[in-house]
């Protein structure tokens, strides 16, 4: 079975220094990976993914992630943190071999930016 | 880039009353939207995969009578909730890929749903 853990409800980061959100996966094959980013009260917001090839993934906003296969892990990166970063941030996996399309999604992180 | 829409943006509704959320895909086609639940501060449980033009397939646990759903065309799934209780209350999503980003969901603004 798939699975995604996000170990931080919540990450508290300065304005300008380095943020990480960590997440590791579990699936039965090979991961497809994702981060989505949530404001309140919002849908979800692409950041990026890894689906082959570099194993540094960028994204939108200045993020970039991991893909770590020997650790299992995805976790989302950013050099310089903005208070507008602060929202609830999703990773989420898809097994290579599921045809379905189907995310499962991991519990969230909170990213509290303050000035 | 892909645009998704939800529509009503929230619904108050009394028990006992059915209520109808609609997903549109706005710019691309889609034979397979799906449907999440978020409770506050928690993540999406999938509900179901809404197929076009056949029977959606619902997760283990999801009540397939109570929430139903209806992808009559290539742009638009629907999901009813019927006789609905204040526990039905939540934040609907819907996502989409479109054919040619098979790896990309897009994700609509979601629906909040308050049962009274």
């Known amino acids: 079975a798939q699975s995604v853990a996000q170990p931080e409800d919540q990450v508290n980061v300065a304005e300008g220094n380095p943020l990480t959100v960590k997440c590791t996966y579990s699936?039965?094959?090979?991961?497809?990976l994702f981060w989505y980013v949530q404001y309140p009260n919002r849908g979800l917001q692409f950041l990026l993914k890894?689906?082959?090839?570099?194993?540094l993934v960028k994204g939108s906003y200045g993020f970039e992630a991991e893909f770590n296969k020997s650790q299992t892990s995805f976790h989302l990166k950013k050099p310089s943190a903005l208070v507008s970063d602060s929202a609830l941030y999703f990773c989420?996996?898809?097994?290579?071999?599921?045809?379905?399309?189907?995310?499962?999604f991991g519990s969230g992180t909170r990213l509290l930016v303050r000035p | 880039g892909a645009v998704v829409s939800q529509h009503p943006s929230w619904v108050i509704c009394k028990s006992g009353t059915s209520v109808k959320i609609e997903c549109r895909s706005l710019?691309?086609?889609?034979?397979?939207m799906f449907w999440y639940r978020q409770f506050p501060k928690q993540s999406l449980m999938l509900m179901a995969t809404?197929?076009?033009?056949?029977?959606?397939?619902?997760e283990q646990g999801v009540e397939k009578d109570k929430f139903l759903i209806n992808h009559a065309s290539l742009t638009l799934s629907t999901l009813t909730v019927t006789s609905a209780h204040p526990e039905d209350s939540s934040f609907y999503i819907c996502?989409?890929?479109?054919?040619?980003?098979?790896?990309?969901?897009?994700f609509g603004p979601g629906t909040r749903l308050t049962v009274t």
């Open positions: 996502s989409a890929h479109p054919p040619s980003l098979v790896h990309e969901q897009y």
């Open positions: 699936v039965s094959g090979n991961p497809y």
């Open positions: 890894y689906i082959t090839g570099d194993n």
């Open positions: 989420a996996v898809r097994d290579i071999g599921d045809s379905s399309y189907k995310l499962i």
């Open positions: 710019d691309f086609q889609a034979t397979t």
């Open positions: 809404s197929n076009e033009g056949s029977k959606a397939t619902y």
